[in-house]
Every structure is written in C-alpha cells, then in structure tokens.
C-alpha cells in the first residue's frame, strides 16, 4: 500500500506548503545560478570559450596577466614546438565610431590560431553585441592610439571579457596602439600537458579564469549564495520531516508493534520527499526556462541544461540528507514508548 | 490446547545502583479459545508481563514458548515477523493511522501480515470483519469522523484481520465508557472463541473480568 501517497492525499495543505517553499527557492537559486552564468559569459566567454588547456603567463606578473611580458624568443621556441599554441594579448580600451561616440572594448590580438578570428592590418573583427549597437560591417572605427582606421571585418558571437565586448586586432595593429612589442599570454590547447616553460607559470583554465579578479569576486559571491539556498532547502526539509515526525512518533511506534518495518517508514518518508522535490523542480525549472526566454537582453542570464539538472540531482541529494537526517527519530522509536503515550 | 507458555520470566530494571524486579518467575499458559485476563495494582508488573509476552520487550530470564518456538531467543526481526503474522495487538487507544480509510486501517495490516491476498480478496475478507465488528457501514471513513468505540472496533477488526493465534488487549477499554466497554469485550470474548484464538487481556476494571476464561491476579511481579 503507498501510505506515502495517501498520506499527501489527506494533508495536502501541509505538503503543498511545503512544496511552495521548496519551489521559490528552486526558483531563485535557478535564477542567481542563471545570472552567475551569464554574468561569468559576460565577464570571460573568450577565455571560456576556448578548449581546455594550459595558459602561460610570466612569473614576474604575479597572475595579473596584464602585467605579463613573455620573450620573443621564449614564445618563438614554444610556438615551434607546439604547432596549436597561440600567443595573444588582452587590453581594454576604445574604439571611436564616425559620429564621435566612443564605446569600451577589449582589444585582443593573437598570432596565427583557429581559436582566435584572423584579421589583417587595418580589420577589426567586433563581438556581435556592437552589431546590435547600430556598427556595421564596414564601418569606420577609430582609436587615440592609432594613425590609421580600422575597417569593420565582422562580427563573432559571444565573445566577451570584463564585460565589454571583444574586438579582434591584427597583432602589428596592436603592437602600435599599446607600443610593446610582447604578447602578455601563451595558450596550449588539450589538456594539462604537465609542460614547463622556464619563467613562464601554467595556469589551466579554472585557475586562469580565476585570475581575473573582477570574475573571481563576482562569481564567489553569487555561488556562495545559490549554496546558500541549496543548504536551506536541505534545512527545510530536515525540520520539516522532524515536525511531522515528531507529531507521529506514537503513530511510529504503533506500526512498529504491529510488525512494520522500519524500512517502510523510511521509504514512506524519502518517496514523500522525492515527490515534493520533483514537483517543486519541475515548476521552477519550467519557469526558469521560461525567463531564459524572455529575460531582457540587456540582462546577462544563461541557465544551460547542463547546470539545471546538476543543480535538481543536488536538491534531490540534500532533500534526502536532510529527511533522512530528521528520521533518525523514527529507527529510535520503540512500541513500548508509543503505547505508553496517549492517542496519536 | 495450550499455544502460548510463559515459563519462569524474569524482568530486572536497573534503578540507579539498585536492581529493580517488576517480574520474578511468572508461569503463565494460553489456550485456544480462550481469554485470559491479567489484574493487579498499578506496579504490579502486568503491563510488563503482556509486552514481554507479545515480544516487544526482552525478559531478563525465562522462557516464552509460541507454537513451541522460543520467542525470547529470536533475533528482532524473527520477531517482528511473529508479532506481524501471528499475534494481534489492541491498545488503549486505538491508535488508528490518521490518512488511511478503515478499509485502508486493514489492508495495511494484511500487507504488514505478508499475506499475500489479491487486492479482490483482501477487500473481500475486510468486508467479513468489518460485518463481524459492526463497522461495515464506515469502511470508507477516516479516523477522525469515528467516535471513541468506533475506533476501538476498528482497532480490533485491525488487530484479527490476518487471523492471528494470539491477541494482546492491553487496557482496551480504559479510554471507552461503560456501555461502549462492555460492547468491546463482548466482540473480543465472541471473536477469540470464534477465530479460536487465545486472547491475554491487561486490565484494571473488575467489570471486564466476567468476560474473561481465566482471571490472573499479579502483585509485586508474581502471580497470586
């Protein structure tokens, strides 16, 4: 017989209370965990975008890896011996349009790679939110630093960092506008080789990520809070069960002289659990699915599938912790204890 | 025939330091058909006898003999099954399962007795003994809609549903008053004679002892 069914059956206030508060806070940590994720695109999406693999930065840098220098003639020597690595730079900056707006990019140049967009002297290749701005392929751009103009090639999708759009340079370009004549970073894709570049530190791309300060805090705090929320519910349902099983001790107690096996009662209790728990997700994931889709554009929100079923698989674990903690009371419960007490 | 022995059970408590004895070597046998009442003053270790008896609590010594198994050296769960499929248990208060119908109250217990009855079959034998306890017109009734007796036949429809050899009724008339108590062991006495099972009845009230086979008197943990 499903006792835990009928058990919701006969007390459906008491579950759907329970299910409500389950699902506002499925809600909002599926919300802050969408704007963590696009807040991080917004911040690093050229970084993440890129494979997996080792970075280099200089020593002397102190993992500030605007302050990296690295040798021609280190970064000739690694280039050499690793076909598929990449050196490139990463500075903020300004493009000025025709009509004398100015607007803040990331200018990023690199040496030959498939990883980064090629562009020749003269080119710039823009992420696709200035596209949206009113830029045009074609267009005329301009910097302080820079003599000449820069022709708008294209436009490449989600291609961000620290917030601001990305615009590819061509390297001789570069190399003009900041007058340095070294690339600040080198990339070898596939993986943590284990490779050691004398005066170069390795980075993956976690740790990398990581050195951008501006990402690490934004992205501590707006996990610690989506943490925050999954321990909650795992206390809400630890105090939950132990309210209701607190008032159904005697009730326990009985079954139990009666010959039901304490396995049962538990199992009555996780399925409960497990019901409430699916039932809050599938609302809330619908309904942040549904704000994936209408979120204004402006607002960075990106709730992947990936991140909606790690964060219900952890609902579903801490439910169960913390039921399962609060029904300790139920293997402790004797039949003396309840017949002994009074009408459950 | 004798079912059901008790032989030589002891209960020790430990009060502090002092070693407490509320049972020194009871004896004590069970026939079918038969009720069989324990009475005694409050301490006088009746309550103890019948747990023990039902295996609910261990005995410090002796020997509980049911269908010549001794219960007192099974593990839990051997006993647990007993006390599941063999043994019925009535309470002072029915202690009803508050979400379950009274036509639910007994397929639990059929599920719990392991006995294996088609959900046809179990509706039809639920049917027979809510007609034998007087409560077939509220099968579909949940606890809190039934009056005190109508829970305590519930109770005892409950407790005989898987027909059990041996039916422990500790007080079960101590929360009814006096004509629902008489109505109540009216039903256990005709229902032990008719399933022909031997009933150990705990109780406090001298009225209930004209409906009892046998009257066993306890003081101070022994039998009078």
Redesign the interface.
């Known amino acids: 017989?499903n006792?835990a069914w009928?058990?919701m059956?006969?007390?459906k206030g008491r579950f759907l209370i329970l299910g409500s508060i389950i699902f506002l806070v499925s809600l909002l940590t599926f919300i802050i965990s969408g704007l963590a994720n696009g807040l991080s695109q917004d911040n690093a999406a050229l970084i993440k975008d890129l494979p997996n693999g080792q970075f280099f930065m200089t020593k002397e840098a102190n993992q500030t890896y605007n302050l990296s220098k690295i040798s021609n003639k280190t970064q000739t020597s690694v280039l050499r011996k690793h076909k598929d690595a990449v050196a490139f730079s990463i500075q903020m900056g300004f493009i000025n349009e025709g009509s004398g707006k100015q607007r803040s990019v990331a200018f990023v140049s690199s040496t030959a790679s498939p990883l980064f967009s090629k562009v020749n002297k003269g080119e710039v290749v823009l992420d696709r939110s200035l596209e949206s701005d009113g830029i045009k392929i074609g267009d005329t751009l301009t910097n302080n630093q820079y003599n000449g103009k820069f022709i708008v090639k294209g436009f490449v999708d989600q291609s961000k960092f620290s917030h601001a759009p990305v615009a590819f340079i061509n390297i001789d370009d570069y190399k003009q506008i900041y007058r340095i004549q070294e690339m600040q970073l080198i990339f070898i894709p596939g993986g943590d080789s284990g490779e050691t570049i004398t005066g170069l530190k390795s980075f993956s791309k976690d740790q990398f990520l990581n050195t951008i300060s501006s990402y690490k805090a934004e992205q501590l705090s707006l996990n610690m809070m989506v943490w925050f929320l999954v321990v909650i519910s795992g206390m809400l349902f630890a105090i939950f069960f132990y309210m209701m099983n607190v008032q159904k001790i005697?009730?326990y107690g009985?079954?139990k002289?009666?010959?039901?096996?304490t396995s049962v009662l538990f199992t009555m209790m996780w399925t409960q659990m497990i019901f409430i728990t699916i039932f809050a997700l599938t609302i809330s994931i619908a309904l942040g699915q549904v704000f994936n889709l209408i979120a204004p554009k402006g607002l960075p929100f990106s709730l992947t599938v990936g991140t909606t079923v790690q964060l219900s698989l952890t609902f579903l674990l801490i439910g169960f912790v913390g039921a399962t903690l609060s029904g300790i009371q139920i293997k402790q419960v004797g039949?003396?204890q309840?017949?002994q007490q009074?009408?459950? | 025939m004798t079912i059901f022995t008790i032989d030589k059970v002891r209960k020790t408590f430990m009060n502090g330091e002092m070693k407490d004895e509320i049972l020194k070597g009871i004896n004590l046998s069970l026939k079918e058909g038969e009720v069989t009442a324990l009475v005694g003053a409050s301490g006088s270790g009746k309550s103890t006898l019948l747990t023990i008896a039902a295996g609910l609590q261990p005995a410090s010594d002796g020997k509980v003999l049911f269908e010549g198994q001794n219960i007192t050296a099974m593990n839990q769960e051997q006993v647990r099954k007993i006390r599941a499929s063999k043994f019925g248990f009535v309470f002072q208060f029915a202690h009803l399962v508050p979400f379950l119908t009274v036509e639910e109250q007994l397929m639990l217990m059929l599920d719990v007795a392991d006995t294996k009855l088609k959900k046809r079959q179990q509706k039809k034998e639920i049917a027979k003994i809510l007609k034998l306890v007087g409560m077939e017109h509220r099968k579909d009734a949940y606890p809190a809609s039934l009056s005190g007796g109508e829970k305590q036949r519930v109770a005892i429809a409950r407790a005989i549903i898987h027909k059990p050899k041996i039916l422990f009724a500790d007080e079960p008339t101590a929360s009814l008053d006096s004509k629902k108590s008489k109505d109540v062991m009216l039903l256990i006495r005709d229902l032990t004679k008719m399933l022909k099972m031997a009933t150990l009845m705990v109780t406090h009230d001298e009225e209930m002892l004209s409906y009892a086979d046998h009257v066993v008197k306890m003081r101070d943990g022994l039998v009078q």
């Open positions: 017989m006792m009928k058990e059956k006969k007390n005697g009730l009985i079954l002289a009666i010959g039901v096996k039949p003396l309840a017949i009074g009408e459950v």
